[in-house]
């Protein structure tokens, strides 16, 4: 029966806009908080427990990025100092305008490396799912050492949810983080279309068979929209133009994504709600409920987030909690799709 594969593709597709999605926020996030968890070193003997090398070797390796690395990294917390051509010894960064100043002037001998007893966390070698990774790949290591050295928004953080450190989009602003990032929300955008489009197949093979009477197609024509947004907001992302105009316009683009993906998860769930005397074969009537109550909050959170962000003057923090946790929040209506539909295996 055409009815129950298009059930099956409506559970299909809505499971996959679930997860998606999902997927492509939080592997950014993991990639992101696990480069500021970790440092590159130079690529020194870090198992002696003192290293000293001239200063005119040191400049050699820490000139040049490409021998840095991850995975050769000290297991405890160093002391670095700088040895002075009179043997005056520095300690880095206590004496950091005096060291800069010998440096010009071309008055440094050597480096001096001490290991101290606490352990380093920074040290890849520390978190065994990192450096187990890391260590089977030199071409990933080198390429994530590029991304950490070019860009600088990479910062230590705990979790976004809770705290608020880092936006979404911060996390998947450097390569090869957002070509993931890229990929998989315009794959979510086109599942979500998919989502849509066999909805209003389901719902108009209904009405042909008479099951249905005159339903509103509004809800396709809403979620269309959102899937468009959601493709140009991921395009831009990462494109940076020192302008007002474009910096409003990619704000606009989101909260029309947002706008229209609320409507067509509301419009949808009060057609499934009209009709669900006629549809009480193929739907779970808890998890309409659930819908139910679930669009109605979403709804309210909309709004107040609107109107804070609009007429309020909240902490940069609480912009991103608001952002990680509706995102997330919004796809569980994909999942409760998933639930929803019933297939008749008779």
Same mark, same amino acid.
């Given at each position: ?8 593709? +409506? #559970? ?28 590159? !070193?130079?690529? =020194?003997? /870090? ?28 297991? !405890?917390?160093?002391?670095? !100092? ?5 043997? @005056?010894?520095? @300690? ?36 065994? =799912? ?5 260590? #089977? ?10 991304? *950490? ?11 976004? !949810? ?27 955008? =086109?599942?979500?279309?998919?989502? /849509? ?30 899937? +468009? ?22 704000? $606009? &683009? ?10 067509? @998860? ?5 057609? $499934? ?18 819908? +139910?109550?679930?669009?109605? &909050? ?12 609009? =007429? ?8 991103? +909690?608001?952002? /990680?946790?509706?995102?997330?929040? $919004? ?9 929803? /539909?019933?297939?008749? *295996?008779?």
């Amino acid at each position: 029966m055409k009815s129950t594969k298009l059930l099956k593709r +409506i #559970k299909s597709y809505a499971f996959a806009s679930f997860l998606v999605p999902l997927i492509a926020v939080n592997s950014c996030l993991f990639i992101y908080k696990s480069l500021g968890d970790i440092s590159f !070193y130079p690529n =020194f003997n /870090w198992n002696k427990e003192e290293i000293e090398i001239t200063f005119n070797d040191y400049k050699l390796i820490v000139n040049k990025p490409e021998t840095f690395t991850f995975t050769n990294c000290p297991i !405890y917390k160093i002391d670095e !100092y700088f040895i002075a051509i009179d043997n @005056q010894i520095l @300690q880095y960064p206590a004496h950091t305008s005096l060291i800069t100043n010998l440096k010009a002037n071309n008055k440094i001998k050597s480096v001096f490396f001490k290991f101290r007893k606490d352990r380093n966390d920074y040290c890849v070698k520390n978190h065994p =799912f990192l450096y187990s990774v890391l260590k #089977k790949s030199r071409f990933l290591e080198a390429m994530l050492i590029r991304s *950490k050295i070019n860009y600088e928004g990479i910062t230590k953080i705990k979790n976004p !949810y809770f705290y608020g450190e880092v936006s979404i989009s911060r996390t998947a602003r450097f390569f090869p983080v957002t070509f993931i990032f890229k990929t998989l929300i315009i794959l979510s955008a =086109f599942l979500l279309f998919l989502f /849509w489009k066999n909805n209003l197949d389901l719902l108009s093979n209904l009405k042909n068979k008479n099951i249905l009477f005159k339903f509103s197609k509004k809800f396709f024509y809403f979620g269309v929209f959102s899937c +468009i947004f959601l493709i140009l907001h991921a395009t831009l992302l990462g494109i940076d133009f020192d302008s007002k105009l474009f910096d409003k316009m990619r704000r $606009l &683009i989101i909260i029309l994504f947002i706008f229209f993906e609320v409507c067509a @998860q509301i419009l949808l769930t009060k057609n $499934l709600f009209v009709f669900k005397e006629e549809l009480k074969k193929y739907i779970n009537p808890l998890i309409l409920k659930t819908k +139910i109550i679930f669009v109605t &909050i979403v709804f309210f959170i909309t709004f107040a987030a609107f109107i804070i962000l609009t =007429f309020g003057d909240p902490s940069t923090a609480f912009k991103h +909690i608001l952002e /990680w946790n509706y995102f997330t929040f $919004l796809l569980l209506f994909y999942l409760l799709s998933t639930l929803f /539909w019933k297939i008749d *295996k008779t």
